[in-house]
C-alpha cells in the first residue's frame, strides 16, 4: 500500500534504523549492514547538533568529533535568512544526498531526521535568540522558538530539506524549546541536587520574547521554587513572601534550621521542601505558565507541519514527541495531539512502564489513520540481548506502537547491532 500522509488505514509494523551520514559516506557496506538488520528505512541526519561519535565499521575512523551543529545538504545562500547553518568540514557537504543514494540502492526508504531548535553555534552566534532561564543565564544550545527569526529559520530549514533532500518521509526532533538538560562539554551541574521538578523550572525561558508572555510575578516564583533558603534566615522569609498563598504555607511548614551547634548556609537544596510536580511548584499560576508553554511548541509545529505540506504535499510527516506538557528537549510537548503529523514517536529509553505509559497517551491522542512510534535504545545502558530486547519491543508494540525507530545503527557494536537484528527476528 503506498504511504501518503494521514492514508495509513492498515497499522503496518515498520522499523527504522537512525544514522549519521558520515556513517554511510565512504563506508561501501554501510548500505547492505543496515538493510539486514530487517529495516524499511534509514533516518538520516540532515541537520544534526554537535557530538563525539563511535564509528566502529567505517574504514577511515573510529572516533568523528562533531565540534558544532550542521546541515549536510549543500547550504544555498540565497535560502536562508538571518540564522544561516553552517556546513560540515569532518564530512563532505553533500553528506546527506550520498548517503542517501546509496541507501536507497540498497532498497531503503531515506527519512530526513531533522533537529530544530537545537543549536549551540547558532546560539553562540545570536545570543539573542536562546532560551534563558528565570535567573536569566542563557541556555546557547537552545534556539527560543518565540523569536520569529527563529521560527523563521526552522520553516527554511524544513523546506530546504524536502526541496533538495527529497527525502521518502520527514522526521521532526526538538521540534520546540529545547531546556536546562542537555549533555554540554564537561557537565557539572549534578551536584546541586536539582531534581526533576527543579529541571522543569529551570527549563521555562524567560528571554524577552517569552517573559512577558506569563503572568505578573512568575518570574520570582520560579526562582523561589528554585533556591530555597534556611529558616529564619531574611533571604528564606523574603522567598516565602514571593510564594502565592496556595503555596507559601507548605514552604514555611518545612522545618530548615539548623543542627544546633551549626551555621545555617546561605542556600541549601538538600533540606527544603520538594514538590511533586511543577504545577505544585507554580501553584495558581501552574494553568497559565502551562498554556504558555504548550503553545510555544504547538505554534511552531502548525507552521513546520504546514510548510511541508505546502512543499511536499505526499511526505509523511513524524514528530518526536511528549504528552507531558512540560516537555523540552528532542521530543517537545505533545499534550493535546497534532492532526497535522502522520507519526508521533515517543522517547522509550528509560523505565519500561513509564514508557509504555508514554506510548499509551499518544496512542489516545491519535486521529483515524495516524500511527504511534517507540524510540528504542539499542545503546548502553540497555543489555545487547536479543531476548531482552524483544520483550520490550514486545511491550511497546501491546501499548501500541506500529513503528520501531531504532537507535542508534551506526553507534552500536558489531554485537549491540546483531542484538538488535536477532530481537526484530524474534518479533517478525
Known amino acids: 500500500m503506498p504511504e501518503t500522509h494521514l492514508g495509513h488505514q492498515e497499522q503496518l509494523l515498520m522499523n527504522v534504523a537512525y544514522a549519521y551520514p558520515w556513517d554511510i559516506v565512504g ?34 575512523h573510529r572516533v568523528l568529533d562533531v565540534p558544532h551543529a550542521a546541515f549536510y545538504l549543500p547550504v544555498r545562500p540565497s535560502a536562508w535568512g538571518r540564522l544561516v547553518p553552517k556546513s560540515p568540514s569532518w564530512t563532505t557537504p553533500d553528506a546527506y544526498l550520498q548517503a542517501g543514494d546509496a541507501l536507497r540502492a540498497a532498497g531503503l526508504k531515506v527519512h530526513a531526521w531533522t ?50 533532500g527529497r527525502p521518502d518521509a520527514l522526521i521532526l526532533e526538538s521540534c520546540g524549546p529545547m531546556g536546562f538538560g542537555h549533555q554540554s562539554i564537561h557537565e557539572k551541574t549534578a ?3 536539582w531534581d526533576p521538578v527543579d529541571s522543569d523550572l529551570l527549563s521555562l525561558c524567560f528571554c524577552r520574547a517569552c517573559a512577558d508572555r506569563y503572568p505578573a510575578g512568575t518570574r520570582d516564583h520560579v526562582k523561589a521554587a528554585i533556591d530555597r533558603y534556611p529558616a529564619g534566615t531574611r533571604d528564606h522569609v523574603a522567598a516565602i513572601d514571593r510564594y502565592p498563598a496556595d503555596t507559601r504555607d507548605h514552604v514555611a511548614a518545612v522545618d530548615h534550621s539548623p543542627a544546633p551547634g551549626t551555621r545555617a548556609p546561605q542556600t541549601s537544596t538538600a533540606s527544603t521542601p520538594t514538590f511533586t510536580c511543577v504545577e505544585e511548584a507554580l501553584g495558581t499560576l501552574a494553568d497559565e505558565v502551562r498554556a504558555v508553554r504548550v503553545d510555544l511548541s504547538a505554534s511552531l509545529r502548525r507552521t513546520l507541519v504546514a ?48 514508557d509504555t505509559a508514554r506510548l499509551a497517551r499518544l496512542v489516545e491522542l491519535c486521529r483515524p489513520g495516524q500511527r504511534v512510534g517507540a524510540y528504542v535504545l539499542g545503546l548502553p545502558p540497555r543489555p545487547a540481548d536479543p531476548e531482552a530486547q524483544a520483550d520490550l519491543l514486545r511491550a511497546y508494540a501491546k501499548a501500541g506502537a506500529s513503528e520501531f525507530h531504532l537507535y542508534h545503527a551506526g553507534l552500536a557494536s558489531p554485537h549491540r547491532l546483531s542484538a538488535i537484528q536477532q530481537a526484530l527476528r524474534l518479533i517478525s
Open 27 to 60: 563506508d561501501p557496506a554501510a548500505p547492505e549492514r543496515l538493510a539486514a538488520l530487517g529495516v524499511e528505512a534509514v533516518a538520516l541526519a540532515a541537520s544534526y547538533h554537535a557530538t563525539r561519535a563511535a564509528t566502529p565499521y567505517h574504514p577511515a
Open 115 to 164: 533537529v530544530l531548535t537545537h543549536n549551540s553555534v547558532l546560539g553562540r552566534e545570536h545570543p539573542d535568540l536562546v532560551v534563558r532561564n528565570a535567573f536569566g543565564d542563557p541556555y546557547p544550545h537552545a534556539l527560543c522558538p518565540a523569536f520569529d527569526d527563529v521560527v523563521d529559520y526552522c520553516e527554511r530549514l524544513v523546506r530546504e530539506i524536502l526541496t533538495v
Open 191 to 193: 551536584g546541586a541536587d
Open 307 to 354: 510548510a511541508a505540506r505546502d512543499t511536499a504535499p505526499d511526505v509523511p510527516i513524524t514528530i518526536h514527541a511528549n504528552p507531558d506538557p512540560w516537555a523540552t528537549a528532542a521530543f517537545a510537548a505533545l499534550p493535546e495531539g497534532e492532526p497535522g503529523a502522520d507519526v508521533l514517536v515517543a522517547n522509550c529509553w528509560g523505565d519500561p512502564a513509564t
